[in-house]
């Protein structure tokens, strides 16, 4: 297994994502040996990781490292061991380090500095079997004088965080994120949201618990190594310690899941929609000709990436509970979405055109299929279901089967009934009347906002020969 995947399995394996700490503080180099044997002894059965200190090692000399060495080779085989070293050095220099850390001391992962850039970072990442955690924004007072410094339209560590996904071709790249800045976690998440973070800061520290959870916990409820180093070590009984950390953490997690499952996905989503302008409130003159209060414009998506790739996985969650063989997205708005949706989940796309080509094959749907194939179609939005139902007859025109219809927003004005009469299902990331109601909770619209959209909308103002809604771009 990777190094990632052997984490990974052990997280599952003892429903924990504690490391332990290894950092002693003692000067016997014999006594230090049987203090992190008997740390290691006490809590290995509810650890994650372990994580030993480089540092406080080499400051007893050889002697201590090879307390190190023997140190690492205690911790149970099944359990993963970072080095805890921040090296970063190029050419030989590098190489070196790796050879140290990986083939002399036998650890499984190491911490990185990546301020030479990536080459520095090479000879560890080049071990797909090997970890690294890439400093990324530590726990220090001090983090941010460098790192949180601006660089183009983002800060110093997100950038690295950017990077640590280009550099993660073996996947074997996890950031360290300190506990002690959860809004700064939450925007490394953002960058980097398949990542593992190593997260110091917890306990001695001072870092809460539940909001870095709360911020960089990936939507599996894994992605987070929570780092406890002094409040297990120098605790009367480790054993004990550990236990009542790995079960807050745990408590935490389920918290969390029950609470993201219910609000925290839509309400993201209910502010993406307004930070993206993809929804915007005043009054607009339509197509139609028709005043509307709002304005609903998906077609903004692509210039945030970020906000795509979290729409893309509210889809595919909705997605996976469908049994389907390729996706189809209805041009143009629906385009962009599909692709984002068929890269998240790793399936194939194909769209109907809406003017067949004249020319060249002549396709009236592009992307390979084959007669028989069970389709679904993704949209936009819904409105009357008009739309939808001209994109379906050419694919089953070419022999597909379509039974459902995916969207972002349901604006409930009748496409649900329409569509389900016509023998398909419509499934809904958000129905626009719950959106109403989030942005008036979170403050982005006024009451009287409120009611004035749910005034219009109810009173059906639509011009039913546009297939699209009040509201929605041309």
Known sequence: ??????????????????????????????????????????????????????????????????????????????????????????????????????????????????????????????????????????????????????????????????????????????????????????????????????????????????????????????????????????????????????????AARATLSTSRASHSGFAQLARDLITSQCVRFGEFRLKSGILSPIYLDLRRLVTHPLILKRVARAYAAKLRELQFDRIAGIPYAALPIATAVALEMNRPLIYPRREAKDYGTKAVIEGDHAAGETIVVIDDLATTGGSKIEAIRKLEEANLEVRDIVVLIDRGQGAGPMLAEAGYRLHAVAALPALLDEWLRSGAISPAQCDEVKSFLDAGQADHRDTRAPGVAP
């Open 1 to 250: 297994m990777t190094f990632f995947e052997a984490l990974e399995h052990r997280a599952k394996q003892v429903d924990s994502l504690l490391c332990v700490g290894i950092d002693p503080r003692g000067t016997d180099p014999a006594a230090v040996r049987e203090e992190c044997f008997r740390l290691v002894d006490a809590t290995a059965e509810h650890a994650c990781a372990f994580k030993p200190n480089s540092a406080f090692f080499e400051a007893l000399g050889a002697d201590g490292m090879t307390v190190l060495h023997d140190v690492i080779a205690h911790v149970p085989s099944c359990i993963p061991v970072i080095l805890d070293a921040k090296r970063g050095d190029i050419a030989d220099t590098a190489e070196a380090y790796a050879t140290a850390a990986f083939d002399q001391l036998g650890a499984q992962a190491i911490t990185l500095n990546p301020y030479l850039g990536g080459e520095a970072l090479k000879p560890f990442l080049s071990r797909s079997e090997r970890g690294a955690f890439v400093l990324c924004k530590t726990s220090n007072p001090g983090a941010d004088e460098f790192q949180a410094l601006g660089v183009d339209d983002a800060t110093l560590f997100e950038v690295v965080a950017r990077h640590a996904q280009e550099w993660n071709t073996h996947g074997n790249v996890g950031l360290v994120v300190g506990a002690t800045d959860p809004e700064a976690l939450a925007r490394v998440r953002a960058a980097a949201p398949g990542l593992w973070f190593l997260v110091p800061g917890i306990g001695a520290q001072g870092g809460d618990l539940q909001a870095s959870l709360d911020a960089g916990l990936r939507p599996d409820g894994l992605g987070m190594l929570i780092n406890v180093s002094r409040a297990i070590s120098q605790a009367g009984d480790p054993r004990a310690e550990a236990k009542r950390i790995r079960d807050q953490i745990n």
